[in-house]
């Protein structure tokens, strides 16, 4: 669970989910900006994450992992700071 889940009690969820295999949904392949590994995303997000690479705004997806990874340095780093 993300931290932000935690405390957030109602996500707004917009459908849009990468998975680590492919499906009827997600049949595109884009690769997490971490570490790398293989992700499928759909259309919808394709074409999207092309659009911010587009406008030189990197590549945004992470995998669940790595957004893990993430949210627990950046409250480690937050709660080091006080």
Not at 4 to 20: F, M, Q, S, V
Not at 37 to 52: G, P, Q, W
């Amino acid at each position: 669970m993300r931290l932000r889940e935690i405390y957030d009690p109602a996500p707004i969820d917009n459908g849009l989910k990468a998975t680590l295999f492919k499906t009827e949904q997600n049949q595109y392949k884009w690769r997490c900006e971490s570490c790398g590994d293989v992700l499928f995303v759909d259309k919808i997000m394709f074409e999207s994450l092309n659009k911010a690479l587009d406008r030189c705004l990197g590549n945004q997806l992470k995998c669940e992992k790595c957004r893990e990874e993430y949210d627990k340095f950046s409250f480690e780093s937050r709660v080091a700071l006080l």
